[in-house]
């Protein structure tokens, strides 16, 4: 199996950006080699802190506060992160292993290590996940009147619902294959439901135990609703249960002795070297069909089977038996994702509606407004409308001449495309940037990449070995004769469908220094340029890495010269070793540093003499958290402040192209530095404080403390401001005097 090119790193010692009222000294990113270098107990591991973010979004199917259908939609996450954990985290490890790879990481432990240590805590995840499906979330559903059978639990007449169903939807789709020497192993496609059936042959005196397999096409539904239009409730029976129970019928005279529902999970990274690569689209379409034949890393299956049909699967698998987990339950629980359709508002989150921004009112062309003001949208509360509406205005304005657009990922039916596609039949200049090699989204990518180019939008795919994971829009329009520029800068995708789950910021400005930068960072990606310079932008791989380092060094700096010292930042992940250790360093400087990470946290916090002042808290609720934001004192002028699509990862800084930027609006500052950041820190109801040992632990709270949810406190308030603006509306105007 070929192994993954290692991308080029590029260098990223540019000098210092100037930023107006603060000076910033020239530091050297080995300034921490002066304190004592931290041992490898100084950093979590990486794999393990993953799984720890999924043990926390578990809990919050286990939480009864939670409504029940919400629950069951937390417990599905679980499930899916698990799928794409194996596919790419865990087929790494592997491959490290079976390649020879022992180099530990900056933990201290080696691929074969880490395996051990993911199968065990893998092991006690999900048997935890199984305990609260069957013990608490199947007896509550039925008592919401939504019902889960398995072929025992059939009444009669549901036994002849059931067959009939199977005889007319099931049947005629699926394809036994019998395993014996004249009927080869089949290829099993990666996570598609199967069900193994092990036959006797009744006229001969000995047990033959033979085996078959019943390969599932992925058209048929996983969860069958039961005589939907006569029951008042939902009673629900899993596919994989109807086809066990009717097995026999495609096996006339044989003894049907058992039949158990499995899956196999494959290695699903892609292996692309991009500089061979003639045709980058051409090449991943390619390998998106190589995925089917990836080296196995999982097998699920129902326990209870025996050991001989158990040992052919693992035999014909190549795979170890630590890799296999025997459930005690149906497979793949993320199709209970098809739950949350029930009209049962009783059991969901209260109904909320993102809210339109007063700065930019529907329908209405933005260009004058951010002629005179930047305007800042904090997404899923205020509506990700504008951004369309952005990029749709400017496709029909006859003043735009030129659009250039990022494209990482965006919905099936995306309106960014489809605006950009009309901007080309208008006869504008329109170029997009899209990112390929977006993990899943490959092949809906291709699709768009195809559709944009044969309406004449010039497709360009970004740097060679660099994912383009920044979130830029340009607009080129005319007014009084010039050329000004109008941008958006996000930390999410552009697409409306997660704009409505995610947490997430825009920023619109015509600043000339900012829209100049992001020209400037179209025209690295779309031409040649080994040393772009930025005025404002930190940009990946360029100087995002050395200014973030500057920044925390600044505030060391201040901290050790008995000045005020203060580090917020939120994001998603924070693995990168050489950031980890100037955040250590400058908590021993004095510095408070509160760090709000969603997911993976490979620092130690609370440790004496290392992380004394650093504190790090998670938070899992109703929304995905993914902004990235973060806040630096600076007592020697205004605090910095920037936004941006990078975590602090060693991807996201030397192996993709991010942008963060500066946030100058007055209104915006003001708004993260009291509002967001004072918020996110005061929630005691889904935030979790990560401790010295890596167990994350509930926000203490006394009995008289009220609970706090940042995520609700913000629905209240964009709820108010909406309630506001509609009275405002219909109020009647003043009398004539």
Not at 42 to 68: G, I
Not at 304 to 315: R, S, Y
Not at 358 to 376: E, I, K
Not at 723 to 736: C, K, Q, S, V
Request: net charge negative; glycine share 4%.
């Amino acid at each position: 199996m070929p192994t993954r090119p290692t991308s080029r790193a590029v260098a990223a010692s540019l000098p210092p950006v100037n930023r107006q009222g603060i000076k910033y000294p020239r530091t050297s990113s080995s300034r921490v080699e002066r304190h004592t270098r931290p041992s490898n107990a100084a950093y979590f591991n990486r794999e393990l802190s993953w799984l720890a973010f999924n043990r926390r979004v578990l809990e919050q199917a286990h939480d009864a506060h939670v409504p029940l259908l919400e629950r069951v939609k937390f417990l599905a996450i679980v499930c899916s992160n698990l799928d794409e954990f194996f596919e790419i985290r865990v087929a790494g490890l592997i491959q490290q292993v079976d390649n020879g790879v022992n180099k530990a990481g900056m933990d201290g432990l080696g691929p074969l290590e880490q395996l051990r240590r993911i199968h065990s805590v893998v092991g006690s995840l999900v048997d935890d996940l199984y305990r609260a499906w069957q013990e608490e979330l199947v007896p509550a559903l039925a008592a919401e009147g939504i019902i889960f059978k398995s072929a025992e639990e059939l009444s009669a007449s549901e036994l002849v619902w059931v067959k009939q169903y199977f005889e007319e939807q099931v049947f005629p789709v699926l394809t036994p294959l019998g395993l014996d020497q004249s009927h080869p192993f089949p290829q099993l496609g990666n996570k598609t439901l199967n069900v193994i059936v092990s036959l006797d042959d009744p006229s001969t005196p000995e047990v033959e135990r033979q085996a078959a397999l019943l390969p599932v096409p992925r058209i048929l539904p996983r969860l069958v609703r039961m005589n939907p239009e006569e029951a008042k409730e939902h009673t629900y029976i899993f596919l994989s249960e109807m086809i066990k129970l009717c097995a026999d019928a495609f096996f006339p005279g044989y003894r049907l002795n058992g039949a158990h529902a499995f899956r196999v999970t494959r290695n699903s990274d892609l292996y692309i070297d991009e500089e061979e690569a003639e045709n980058l689209l051409k090449t991943i379409e390619k390998e998106l069909l190589n995925l089917r034949r990836g080296a196995a890393v999982r097998l699920e299956i129902e326990q209870g089977v025996n050991d001989e049909i158990f040992t052919t699967l693992c035999d014909h698998l190549e795979l170890s038996h630590e890799y296999v987990f025997r459930l005690n339950g149906p497979l793949n629980l993320l199709r209970l994702m098809n739950l949350t359709d029930i009209d049962r508002p009783d059991l969901k989150y209260p109904p909320f509606t993102p809210a339109h921004s007063p700065a930019l009112p529907s329908g209405v062309s933005p260009f004058a407004t951010l002629r005179q003001q930047d305007v800042m949208l904090h997404h899923p509360y205020d509506a990700f409308t504008p951004v369309v509406e952005f990029v749709e205005h400017a496709a029909r304005d006859p003043q735009v001449f030129a659009m250039k657009q990022t494209l990482y990922r965006t919905s099936g039916d995306s309106p960014i495309v489809r605006a950009l596609i009309e901007a080309s039949r208008r006869g504008k200049q329109v170029t997009a940037l899209v990112e390929l090699k977006a993990r899943f989204d490959e092949a809906n990518n291709i699709q768009w990449a195809r559709q944009l180019e044969e309406a004449g939008v010039h497709v360009v795919y970004g740097l060679v070995g660099h994912k383009t994971h920044c979130k830029c829009s340009l607009v080129v329009r005319r007014e009084d004769g010039k050329l000004k520029r109008y941008v958006h800068l996000g930390t999410g995708n552009y697409n409306p469908k997660t704009a409505r789950l995610y947490t997430d910021l825009s920023l619109f400005t015509s600043r000339s220094d900012i829209t100049e930068d992001v020209a400037n960072i179209f025209n690295t990606l779309t031409g040649f340029s080994r040393e772009p310079a930025f005025e404002r932008l930190l940009v990946a791989p360029f100087n995002l890495h050395s200014r973030l380092i500057e920044l925390i060094d600044h505030e060391a700096a201040n901290a050790a010269a008995g000045k005020p010292a203060r580090i917020m930042a939120k994001m998603n992940s924070l693995v990168d070793k050489a950031t980890i250790d100037h955040l250590y360093a400058a908590s021993r400087a004095g510095v408070k540093i509160d760090l709000i990470i969603r997911g993976i946290c490979c620092l130690v916090p609370g440790v004496r003499g290392l992380s004394d002042n650093i504190r790090v808290r998670s938070i899992v609720g109703r929304y995905l958290e993914h902004i990235r934001a973060f806040y630096f004192e600076n007592s020697d002028g205004e605090p910095a402040i920037y936004c941006g699509s990078a975590d602090w990862m060693p991807r996201n800084f030397f192996r993709r192209i991010e942008v963060v930027f500066p946030v100058d609006d007055p209104a915006a500052r003001a708004w993260i530095s009291h509002e967001l950041f004072p918020m996110e820190l005061q929630d005691n109801e889904n935030a979790r404080e990560l401790q010295p040992n890596g167990a994350y632990r509930r926000v203490a709270r006394t009995a008289d403390t009220p609970a706090f949810s940042v995520q609700n406190y913000f629905i209240a308030v964009t709820n108010h401001r909406d309630r506001n603006a509609r009275l405002a509306d219909t109020a009647e105007p003043p009398p004539e005097p």
